[in-house]
């Protein structure tokens, strides 16, 4: 948990923050990408009256998309937050008990605000679809390059 600064902090911090601006790049394409499509879906109930089926699949599609929507704002508040935290000098401590978090979990997870131990303890309480969500973003993030 100590020896996790292999590399000179300032460069690993350089990392972690374009890791976090790619990250809100990243985010921040798929809103507009999802907030279109939320909108055509809106225009397009509007113009035609589907069949009970196609009309209950929209709504499905536009219940996840707008669930979507949330998670992703909630995620660019996480990450403008943390970009904030490496400008004020209190990034990579854990916003619930004040431990250093470890260099190995900022890398896995550049905005990460608490440690292992706290993030679990309130993941516990996370609805479960909220975090099938955030997985499938992850992995979407963990598909970029570099
Ligand atoms: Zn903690």
Do not use: F
């Not at 209190?90 to 978090?101: K, N, Q, S």
């Not at 479960?128 to 598909?143: G, I, P």
């Amino acid at each position: 948990m100590r020896t996790v600064t292999a590399r000179p902090e300032p460069m690993r911090a350089r990392a972690l923050r374009r890791t976090l601006e790619a990250q809100r790049d990243l985010i921040e394409q798929i809103t507009r990408r999802t907030r279109r499509a939320v909108r055509e879906d809106a225009q397009w109930e509007g113009e035609a009256i589907a069949d009970t089926a196609e009309q209950c699949e929209a709504d499905m599609q536009s219940d996840l998309d707008l669930a979507m929507l949330a998670i992703h704002a909630e995620l660019l508040q996480e990450i403008d937050e943390a970009l904030s935290r490496m400008d004020n000098g209190t990034y990579g401590h854990c916003v619930d008990c004040g431990a250093d978090i470890p260099g190995r979990r900022l890398e896995a997870l550049p905005s990460a605000t608490r440690c292992m131990r706290c993030e679990e303890a309130r993941e516990a309480a996370v609805e479960w679809k909220t975090q099938a969500s955030a997985r499938r973003l992850a992995d979407e993030l963990a598909s970029l390059p570099g």
